[in-house]
C-alpha cells in the first residue's frame, strides 16, 4: 500500500455518471435498513458496463509468485543465524526486560530462538488488511479530488477489490504516468511483474491492469483501524483465501522507492524522513507468508531515526528499541498496549495480493471508523455491504474524531487505538456461530439506540462536538472484541475461521500470564463463522 498515494479518483466507470456530495458522510443518500424513523433513497448508481472478470491469478502473477516464494525461502532460511544472533545480544534481552516482563517470560526474552518462533507465530496470524475511504467523489469542473483508490460506490458493487490500475483502465481514477509511479517501480523492480505497454508507462489494455498487486498492509501493531492512514473502512483478508498469492516486503515500498531507490531519480521524493536506506536492499527483501525471516531486520533498521514532521523531533531509536515497541504492540494484553503515534502506525509491513481479491471469499471481516461513520447514511451502506456479502462488521474507535479523506495528518497524538465492537446487528445476520448469545436482544437494542442517538446529531449537525471516546463507551461490553493472538482460537478452527476475541463478563480483561493471553480461559471467546466463512449472495 504505497504511502505517497498521489493518484485521484473519477467516479464511475468510463464516465458515465456523476454523483456529488458534500463534505460529510451524512449528506450521502442511501437506503437505511435498519431505521424505521428515517427516510434514504438509494443514489448509488450501478456499474455499468461491469469490467471483465480476471482469473484468480494470471499467467504474470504465477510467474512472479513462484519465484517470489522460492526465493522467500532461501532468503529467509540464510536470514535465521542472524536474527538470533541479534534477540541473543545482551541489548535486546535488557530493553525487552525493561519494556515486556508483565507478559512476555523471562525464558522467552533470554531464549533467541524461543523469541523468533513467538515471532514467527504471531506474524502468521496478524490481520492482512486493506483501508479505503467510505466517502464518494466529489467532482468539480469535472475533476475528482478524492485520494486514489475505491470508495464504498465502488467497492460494494465489484466482484472484487480492484487495484489501482485497474481503477485508471475503467476511469475511476486519473491516468499517472507509470515512470513517475513508486507503485510500478515497486511492482516491476521488486515483485518482477511485466512492465506497462501503454503511453508513458501506464496499462495499454484491461489485462495488463490485471496483471498488477492489490496492496495490503501487515497489522502487526493491532491498530484497531487497521492502515487508517489510508481511509475510514479497513478490508481484512482471509489469510487462508490469500496465502498462496501474497508477497511481502519489511515496509511500504512506494515508500522506499521514493526515498531510497536511487535508480529512479523521476520519483518525488519523501521530505522530513530520516530513513536508513542501508538496511533494506529492495527486490532481495520480499517474503511470502510462510517465509520471512529476513523481513525482520530490514524492518527494524530501516525506521532509525525517522522524522515524523516538520515540527516533530527526529528520535534515533536504533533496532533494539524499535524491536521492543514492535512486541510491546503485538504481544501485551491488548487494554494495556504501548499508545503510538502516526510513526509507529507507518511501520508496517507491505503485503501485496498477486492476483483478483474476489468477494466474499478472500475477507475476512470489515472494520468502519466509528466517529466518521458511525450512525451515518454511509454507515448504513456498509452494513448493508456486509450482511449481502455475510461479513461480520466491526466498529473501531481510532482517531477519535471525525475523519474526512486521508487520516494521515490526524495521527499526531499518542493514543492505544486498541478499541473494538461488534456491529450487533450485522452479527445476527452472518453465518457467526454463538451469534445471538453473543448480541442478545438487550445488546442489540442498546447497540440501535446509540446508533440513532448518533444518527440524530448528525442531523442536527453537532458530529464535530461529539466526544467520541464517550460516545464509543455506551456501545454494550459485550460486543468488545480484540484481535487473534498467536495460539487463539485453536479449539474452534483457528484463525482462519474466526475474526476477533472478546473477554467475557467476569473476565477482568489483562491476562497476566501466557495461557491466559493465549485464550485459554473460560473467560476468553472466539467470535468465528460457521461452516464457510461467508454466506453467498
Same mark, same amino acid.
Given at each position: ?330 504481544? /501485551?494484553?491488548?487494554?494495556? %498496549? $504501548?499508545? #503510538? =503515534? ?7 509491513? !507491505? ?121 464509543? /463507551?455506551?456501545?454494550?461490553? %459485550? $460486543?468488545? #472484541? =480484540? ?7 485453536? !479449539? ?46
Amino acid at each position: 500500500m504505497p504511502f505517497c498515494n498521489t493518484y485521484t479518483q473519477g467516479v464511475l466507470w468510463a464516465g458515465v455518471f456523476h454523483l456529488v456530495v458534500g463534505e460529510n458522510p451524512e449528506n450521502v443518500q442511501v437506503h437505511n435498513p435498519h431505521s424505521e424513523n428515517q427516510s434514504f433513497q438509494t443514489t448509488l448508481p450501478p456499474i455499468l458496463p461491469p469490467p471483465p472478470l480476471p482469473p484468480r491469478t494470471t499467467a504474470a502473477q504465477d510467474l512472479a509468485i513462484e519465484h517470489g516464494m522460492s526465493t522467500a525461502k532461501y532468503h529467509s532460511s540464510i536470514a535465521e543465524a542472524a536474527v538470533k544472533e541479534f534477540l541473543a545480544s545482551s541489548e535486546v534481552q535488557e530493553e525487552l526486560t525493561r519494556c515486556c516482563s508483565d507478559f512476555l517470560p523471562q525464558p522467552m526474552r533470554t531464549n533467541a530462538g524461543a523469541l523468533l518462533q513467538r515471532l514467527r507465530d504471531e506474524m502468521k496470524v496478524v490481520e492482512l488488511v486493506h483501508n479505503f475511504n467510505a466517502k464518494v467523489d466529489v467532482q468539480v469542473n469535472g475533476t475528482s479530488h478524492s485520494p486514489g483508490d475505491v470508495n464504498l460506490t465502488i467497492a460494494a458493487q465489484a466482484d472484487y477489490l480492484y487495484n489501482v490500475w485497474e481503477l485508471q483502465v475503467m476511469g475511476y481514477m486519473h491516468n499517472s504516468g507509470g515512470d513517475t509511479s513508486p507503485e510500478d517501480s515497486a511492482e516491476t523492480g521488486m515483485f518482477g511483474l511485466p512492465e506497462f505497454t501503454g503511453a508513458n508507462n501506464t496499462p495499454a489494455t484491461w489485462k495488463e491492469a490485471t496483471d498488477r498487486v492489490t496492496y495490503m498492509a501487515v497489522n502487526s501493531r493491532r491498530i484497531d483501524m487497521g492502515n487508517a492512514i489510508f481511509g475510514d473502512i479497513s478490508v481484512v483478508f482471509s489469510r487462508r483465501a490469500v496465502r498462496n498469492m501474497t508477497l511481502m516486503a519489511p515496509a511500504d515500498t512506494g515508500l522506499w522507492e521514493m526515498s531510497c531507490n536511487s535508480s529512479w531519480p523521476r520519483l518525488p521524493r519523501v521530505e522530513g524522513r530520516a530513513l536508513n536506506c542501508s538496511g533494506w536492499s529492495g527486490a532481495l527483501a520480499i517474503a511470502s507468508l510462510e517465509d520471512f525471516d529476513h523481513l525482520f531486520l530490514p524492518a527494524l533498521r530501516f525506521w532509525n531515526g525517522t522524522l515524523v514532521g516538520a515540527n516533530q523531533t527526529a528520535r534515533h531509536t536504533g533496532p533494539v528499541v524499535e524491536l521492543a515497541n514492535f512486541v510491546q504492540r503485538m504481544m /501485551a494484553p491488548w487494554d494495556h %498496549v $504501548l499508545s #503510538v =503515534e502516526r510513526t509507529e502506525v507507518l511501520k508496517y509491513w !507491505e503485503a501485496n495480493i498477486l492476483g483478483a481479491a474476489k468477494f466474499p471469499d478472500t475477507v475476512q471481516f470489515i472494520i468502519g471508523h466509528f466517529p466518521t461513520l458511525f450512525g451515518s447514511a454511509l454507515g448504513d451502506a456498509l452494513r448493508e455491504w456486509c450482511e449481502r456479502r455475510g461479513w461480520v462488521l466491526v466498529w473501531a474507535l481510532g482517531v477519535p474524531r471525525p475523519v474526512h479523506g486521508s487520516m494521515d495528518d490526524h495521527w499526531t497524538t499518542p493514543l492505544p487505538y486498541n478499541r473494538r465492537v461488534l456491529d450487533a446487528v450485522v452479527l445476527r445476520r452472518v453465518a457467526v456461530v454463538n451469534a445471538t448469545e453473543i448480541a442478545s436482544e438487550s445488546a442489540v437494542d442498546a447497540f440501535s439506540q446509540q446508533w440513532e442517538e448518533v444518527s440524530r446529531t448528525r442531523a442536527a449537525g453537532s458530529a464535530p462536538q461529539v466526544n467520541w471516546t464517550h460516545a464509543f /463507551a455506551k456501545l454494550p461490553p %459485550v $460486543l468488545a #472484541v =480484540e484481535p487473534i493472538t498467536a495460539g487463539d482460537c485453536a !479449539e474452534v478452527g483457528g484463525p482462519d475461521q474466526c475474526v476477533g476475541v472478546r473477554t467475557l463478563p467476569g473476565g477482568d480483561g489483562h491476562r497476566a500470564s501466557t495461557e491466559q493471553r493465549l485464550g485459554r480461559t473460560p473467560s476468553r471467546q472466539c467470535v468465528c463463522y460457521g461452516d464457510s466463512p461467508n454466506v453467498d449472495e
